[in-house]
């Protein structure tokens, strides 16, 4: 599935775009971000060590330093019957996906109510090298889409992205033999002597509340079919189905772990 590093991949190649300058590697990405994980983690653990210690020190002091019960509000009670957790119980991590059909998205993040908003999205059917193909998606989405302006330095902050790597594709029996929330479709069809195509990832109809009938008709007029609505059924639709496993990411996240690689880089000079 989509990870956090794609995510930051995919920002680390718009900023070194807009800084003309040298995009880190997926491959540098996932071995910082691990070592990122770790020293927070380790931090987190630290904080989490000292806060019940000043707990207590703090109810000791409520009760006046008696010691002949714990306090009724320290956190460091431990069940000693609770069993360990046995490692044979725990799932096997999937391999890592080196290639994939994929597509990378840019949304608007209201300051305000929170609402995203699309900025840019394109991406391929055809199966790519992960880091060939997230850092021209990441760079063509943001500036080559047609349907907006291309995307400005400015706009950094405000910026989400969704990597959506696609598995699972099908050939539907007929245009309803796919699920809301499950599927993305892909739309191929001709009509008076055009063709035309279109998809939508799988969670854009769940998003917008729509019917799948909802779904197909704006699927078709995103295609530029300009046929009446209500003779969309009269046209011989072939619709291939996926799924797409997708992970999100906002800019401050990006920007703390890009500002704690270059902290770590400063400290080896």
Same mark, same amino acid.
């Given at each position: 599935?989509?990870?956090? @590093?794609?995510?930051?991949?995919?920002?680390?190649?718009?900023?070194?775009?807009?800084?003309?300058?040298?995009?880190?590697?997926?491959? @540098?990405?996932?071995?910082?971000?691990?070592?990122?994980?770790? !020293?927070?983690?380790?931090?987190?653990?630290?904080?989490?060590?000292?806060?019940?210690?000043?707990?207590?020190?703090?109810?000791?002091?409520?009760? *006046?330093?008696?010691?002949?019960?714990?306090?009724?509000?320290?956190?460091?009670?431990?069940?000693?019957?609770? +069993?360990?957790?046995?490692? $044979?119980?725990?799932?096997?991590?999937?391999?890592?996906?080196?290639?994939?059909?994929?597509?990378?998205?840019?949304?608007?993040? !209201?300051?305000?109510?929170?609402?995203?908003?699309?900025?840019?999205?394109?991406?391929?059917?055809?199966?790519?090298?992960?880091? @060939? *193909?997230?850092?021209?998606?990441?760079?063509?989405?943001?500036?080559? $889409?047609?349907?907006?302006?291309?995307?400005?330095?400015?706009?950094?902050?405000?910026?989400?992205? +969704?990597?959506?790597?696609?598995?699972?594709?099908?050939?539907?029996?007929?245009?309803?033999?796919?699920?809301?929330?499950?599927? *993305?479709?892909?739309?191929?069809?001709?009509?008076?002597?055009?063709?035309?195509?279109?998809?939508?990832?799988?969670?854009?109809?769940?998003?917008?509340?729509?019917?799948?009938? @909802?779904?197909?008709?704006?699927?078709?007029?995103?295609?530029?079919?300009?046929?009446?609505?209500?003779?969309?059924?009269?046209?011989?639709?072939?619709?291939?189905?996926?799924?797409?496993?997708?992970?999100?990411?906002?800019?401050?996240?990006?920007?703390?772990?890009?500002?704690?690689?270059?902290?770590?880089?400063?400290?080896?000079?």
């Amino acid at each position: 599935m989509a990870t956090v @590093e794609h995510c930051l991949y995919c920002f680390e190649t718009l900023v070194a775009y807009f800084e003309r300058r040298k995009s880190l590697s997926l491959k @540098e990405i996932k071995e910082s971000y691990e070592e990122y994980s770790k !020293d927070l983690s380790d931090k987190t653990e630290s904080l989490e060590k000292r806060i019940p210690a000043l707990r207590r020190v703090a109810d000791s002091n409520d009760s *006046g330093s008696s010691s002949s019960s714990p306090a009724s509000g320290s956190s460091m009670s431990l069940n000693t019957e609770t +069993a360990a957790t046995s490692t $044979d119980s725990l799932p096997e991590a999937e391999p890592p996906i080196t290639e994939s059909p994929l597509f990378v998205t840019w949304n608007i993040v !209201d300051p305000e109510s929170d609402d995203v908003s699309l900025r840019g999205c394109i991406g391929t059917f055809e199966a790519q090298e992960l880091d @060939e *193909g997230l850092s021209s998606y990441a760079i063509t989405s943001a500036i080559h $889409d047609t349907r907006f302006n291309p995307m400005s330095q400015r706009e950094l902050p405000s910026l989400e992205v +969704a990597v959506t790597l696609l598995t699972n594709f099908e050939d539907c029996d007929d245009a309803m033999d796919w699920e809301i929330g499950k599927h *993305g479709i892909r739309i191929s069809f001709t009509d008076r002597g055009r063709r035309y195509g279109a998809t939508y990832l799988p969670d854009v109809a769940a998003e917008q509340g729509w019917t799948k009938e @909802e779904t197909l008709v704006s699927l078709m007029r995103k295609a530029n079919w300009t046929g009446r609505r209500d003779k969309w059924q009269s046209v011989n639709l072939n619709v291939v189905r996926y799924q797409g496993k997708k992970k999100s990411l906002r800019y401050p996240e990006y920007k703390r772990w890009r500002d704690w690689v270059d902290r770590k880089s400063e400290e080896k000079v």
